[in-house]
């Protein structure tokens, strides 16, 4: 849909606000307009689409003009007119960002009320109830995560950018070896080296450990022994003493057995994730996944039998060949071994994976609607409660990605990533640091992201550490 500034150049603003309302692209035209009078500043915005035209506006009084809520009025201008198009209010209103949940944290953090946190949400963005609640639960999460923290605290990924072999959703910058594992030891060498310059940083800085969690990729496409040397080369790098969670993401079960599982927990790590996405054998065909569902109540019991209480299982809602009673199953089958976390995607098109040009036995907007009312109603029934959440782009519906958990059981490293509360230091290819600086203000730092590129690059990936921790 072709978008008009008249008055402004708040584009990002409006633009992402239209993608997450007409997410297809339609033939259409759009006008956003700002005017500046004595007393307020009015937003309007005007619509065009399948021969339909509808304008709403907001206004601002001018002496109250800041840039939050200056493209706050243009957004509401903008959903308000869309609304009158649309065949049904969305889920998250006028909210475009991929943290909602800020939003509502902030407001708590400053005294704010659940209640008073529900009324924001309904009042300014139109949220509906049910996901005014979503948000509102997993910022009182947020507040006690932030309880956890002290003020010199960093927590800390490294990342694993290898796979067996490639899922047709999954768009990550990651290498499926196969059984081409020459990338392996090099990786390792280039890891340990950024892993070792990080820990002296850190010691020399004052930051402590908080967090430490191992994702990918896949980690555990790593043999035992290369697990073993990575997990050693992290012990005797890091101080744990101030760590309160280590989470290694186990991911598929066809690269889990007994002995690698034992190890991992033997090293102090004590949450693990195993991540069916779902328990339909076809479904699991159909996503280029090589195990069944089988493989994943076996790995899930070789983990609880190696001593892991905190183990994370993932779902994706609209996954291709699924439907409703497909994940209805899925879901209770997880439900029922009762694991610490149970996190809900919703299915996410992203360009670089073989679905987002394929797109066939996609779930129907309504159908994943269901899935994810299914999931919600569920779980809370069962005694869940969301803890973390994020949106997308070219997510199916507009819809979130939740982690539910058991009480006092929520992964602090998702909810201080997610709501950036303070520094991540990312190690290895692929990753992205996120640095909480003196002035309040947020800086991003990449890794290189390819393996190949990351192992070349090596020495600026740790010059660029020294820089990093030179600005906290």
């Known amino acids: 849909m072709n978008l008009t500034l008249i008055g402004h150049d708040d584009r990002y603003a409006v633009e992402q606000l239209q993608m997450a309302l007409f997410p297809d692209n339609p033939e259409g035209q759009a006008e956003s307009a700002l005017h500046r009078g004595g007393t307020y500043l009015t937003a309007t915005a005007r619509i065009t689409l399948n021969g339909k035209t509808a304008a709403a506006s907001r206004r601002l009084k001018a002496a109250e003009e800041t840039v939050r ?89 490294v990342g694993i950018p290898f796979c067996p072999t490639r899922c047709t959703y999954c768009s990550f910058v990651s290498r499926t070896i196969g059984r081409k594992t020459e990338l ?169 994976a073989d679905l987002f040009e394929k797109r066939e036995g996609l779930s129907t907007a309504e159908e994943v609607a269901r899935m994810v009312d299914y999931a919600n109603r569920t779980l809370r029934s069962l005694g869940y409660k969301p803890y973390y959440l994020y949106r997308q782009k070219y997510m199916s519906g507009s819809f979130e990605n939740v982690g539910w958990s058991r009480d006092g059981l929520d992964c602090l490293y998702n909810i201080y990533m997610m709501e950036e509360l303070h520094t991540i230091v990312s190690l290895g290819g692929g990753g992205m640091n996120k640095v909480n600086l003196p002035d309040g203000t947020l800086r991003r730092f990449h890794n290189p992201k390819f393996p190949e590129q990351y192992i070349e690059m090596i020495d600026s990936v740790c010059k660029q550490k020294e820089e990093l921790f030179a600005l906290m």
Request: net charge neutral.
């Open 184 to 352: 392996l030891e090099p990786y390792l060498a280039a890891l340990e080296r950024e892993i070792q310059v990080t820990a002296e940083l850190m010691k020399h800085s004052g930051r402590h450990l908080r967090t430490l969690y191992i994702g990918g990729g896949t980690p555990t496409t790593l043999s035992t022994a290369q697990m073993i040397r990575l997990l050693d080369t992290l012990r005797e790098s890091f101080d744990f003493d101030r760590c309160i969670e280590f989470t290694v993401e186990g991911g598929r079960p066809d690269t889990l057995d007994v002995e690698k599982l034992r190890a991992i927990r033997a090293h102090g790590a004590d949450r693990m994730s195993i991540n069916p996405q779902t328990m339909e054998d076809p479904v699991l065909r159909a996503c280029g996944r090589p195990h069944k569902a089988d493989d994943v109540v076996r790995a899930y019991q070789e983990a609880v039998d190696a001593g892991f209480a905190a183990i994370n299982m993932d779902l994706i809602a609209g996954l291709p060949q699924d439907d409703f009673d497909g994940f209805r199953r899925s879901l209770d089958a997880v439900a029922a071994l009762n694991p610490a976390n149970i996190t809900v995607h919703t299915l996410a098109l992203k360009k670089g």
């Open 69 to 157: 809520l200056r493209r706050r009025v243009l957004q509401q201008s903008y959903y308000l007119a869309a609304l009158q198009l649309l065949p049904k209010a969305p889920a998250w209103g006028a909210l475009a960002g991929v943290r909602p949940t800020k939003i509502t944290t902030k407001h708590l953090l400053e005294g704010g009320t659940p209640e008073s946190a529900e009324k924001l949400m309904k009042d300014v963005y139109f949220v509906s109830e049910d996901r005014r609640k979503l948000a509102v639960d997993c910022s009182l999460s947020t507040v006690n995560a932030v309880k956890r923290m002290e003020p010199e605290d960093i927590s800390v990924y």
